[in-house]
């Protein structure tokens, strides 16, 4: 029986956050590998709720084989955990497969666990975003493999528009499914789930510089996506609410 890390856990980068008042550690469970800073070492806490949220998402593909391979959305199940069924609606939204979102919704969820013991919190798996600040502002910085661009493309996140998912996609990083040429797709939107399941339908998308602008205007329809940036080589394409540092 395949399990979650056949899927998605071979990531090989990490989103650069710059935010040196927090307490920043990584928390492995399995191929489970997330970076989180909080208030404090809440470490074992945090490994409680990666294993936690691991256990339900792999328990659920056990009876339903196919919640891991399908390529497009699946019946909502009013009885699954509400992480399944977060990952059910999200990936409905944008017609993806719900594992789309899997990165995005085990950073949310351990996310909000921190809530109940740090007032900040930044969660990053594999380049996918769940934070909720107080105060100031944080700087990410892009990942866009070899595009020149890499890097330089920074988004500064304001503590009052927190909670925020920030999450990216590419189809030439990584080992995840994608059907696009893209460098990243990044999507910002109140929900790490939603912008980790917009961001994979949308580097489908792009396979050349020509996508750039009929892809972003796609994006922004998008029921609950707030901005987006997408990466293809040299060119930059940004929509919506994204403020550049």
Known sequence: MPTISDTYNHHTYRNRIEENSLY???????????CVSLDSDFKNNVFDSVYKYRRYIENYIKERPSFLSSLKPLDFNEFAPPIVKDMLLSSSIVGVGPMASVAGAIAQYVGIDCLEYSENVIVENGG??????????????????????????????????????????????????????????????????????????????????????????????????????????????????????
């Open 24 to 34: 920043s550690f990584d928390v492995m469970v399995g191929q489970t590998d997330i």
């Open 128 to 245: 996918d975003i769940y934070m909720n600040i107080l105060n100031n502002s944080v700087i990410i910085g892009v990942y866009a493999g070899k595009s020149p661009l890499s890097y330089k493309v920074r988004l500064k996140i304001r503590a009052e528009n927190t909670p925020l998912g920030i999450c990216t996609s590419s189809g030439r990083v990584g080992h995840s499914l994608s059907f696009g040429n893209a460098d990243a797709v990044c999507v910002v939107s109140k929900s790490a789930i939603l912008s980790d399941a917009a961001a994979t339908y949308l580097c489908n998308l792009v396979q050349n510089d020509d996508d750039i602008e009929r892809v972003l205007d796609i994006g922004v329809t998008i029921d609950g996506v707030i901005g987006l940036v997408i990466i293809n080589e040299d060119k930059l394409g940004v929509r919506g609410e994204i403020e550049l540092a």
